[in-house]
């Protein structure tokens, strides 16, 4: 029997961040503000949404026995998600170096630190947990044999399988065979779809579900999302609102799409909730510190 709505398997992450009036050009030296650190890493991110909005969560990942790790641990804690997951040790905490320009756009660089220890062995030693959650959710902050590892152990248990492939890297058949669904924004679709990737949405949704996955979505910012499945597409708008940064916006909307898919929702629901999920996160500055509470949600759209 199924205990925890989700369980999140990934990266737990110190985000550095730096503000800039504008972000550097190749070989270029910019001056920015004070750096502001700040618990993310997608895995971590998305099990904070999913908590914050109500959802009985759980994060596999490891840290460092460090000052970042205890960072991580408490304000995974103190966000409500179940930290029975957390391993600590092999390596330091992953870092993400953020810039973020005046429009709230960013870019990102990842030190994987443990997040690359983060092992098959972890996800076997970890059977109860998978075992225990309706969905469960995963990026590829972690290695890709984890990855599959722990596909392999939610789908034998009867868990919905939803994975965010970012950073974008190929993937085994067996994991895109599982994914319910694939999500993705433009730059994940081209790098998995390759020169023929198409032009849209659509046409990138289309020859994504060709090879493997039983649905897909299709992030595309303030445009909203894109669902698609053997049944057809399906664009789902965005409500209009002044962006101030969009760090961690799309693991607001995987984490909150993979909670309301684990409540039954079915998937145009799903994501029309997550929408308005990542639509909040942006009007606030920061990753976790963005993401809403349910009330939140329902008050701001």
């Known amino acids: 029997m199924h205990g925890y709505d989700l369980l999140v398997v990934g990266s737990a992450n110190a985000d550095l961040v730096i503000r800039v009036d504008r972000r550097p050009a190749a070989g270029e030296t910019v001056l920015g503000s004070d750096v502001a650190t700040h618990p993310g890493g997608k895995g971590a991110n998305q099990a904070v949404a999913a908590a914050r909005l109500g959802a009985d969560t759980v994060l596999l990942a ?3 026995d460090d000052a970042h790790g205890r960072l991580l641990a408490d304000s995974l804690g103190a966000a409500g998600v179940d930290t029975t997951g957390i391993l600590a040790g092999g390596a330091p ?7 973020v320009d005046p429009s709230g756009d960013n870019s990102i660089v990842v030190s994987p630190g443990a997040n690359a220890r983060l092992s ?10 998978l075992a ?3 969905v469960v ?9 984890t990855v599959t590892a722990a596909v392999g152990a939610a789908t034998a248990a009867g868990s919905r399988v939803v994975l965010n492939p970012s950073p974008p890297a190929p993937l085994p058949a067996e994991v895109l065979a599982a994914c319910d669904p694939l999500v993705v924004n433009e730059h994940e679709a081209r790098f998995l779809l390759g020169a023929d990737a198409g032009d849209t949405p ?5 020859a994504l579900l060709a090879q493997g ?5 299709v992030t595309m910012g303030a445009a909203g999302a894109l669902v698609a499945d053997p049944s057809g597409t399906l664009r789902i708008p965005s409500p209009s609102v002044e962006a101030v940064d969009t760090t961690g916006a799309g693991d607001a909307f995987t984490g909150a799409l993979a909670w309301r898919l684990g409540t039954g929702d079915d998937l145009e629901t799903a994501v ?3 929408v308005r999920v990542g639509a909040t996160a942006v009007t606030k500055a920061g990753a976790q510190a963005s993401f809403p509470t349910l009330e939140e949600v329902t008050a701001a759209i």
């Open 202 to 206: 659509e046409d990138w949704a289309s």
């Open 272 to 274: 029309r909730f997550a």
């Open 137 to 145: 959710s995963l990026q590829l902050e972690i290695p890709i044999d």
């Open 62 to 64: 490891r840290v460092g």
């Open 132 to 134: 225990a959650a309706r």
């Open 213 to 217: 996955p039983r649905s897909v979505v």
């Open 93 to 99: 905490t992953g870092v993400a170096l953020i810039t």
């Open 120 to 129: 098959v062995e972890d996800v076997r030693g970890a059977g109860e947990l």
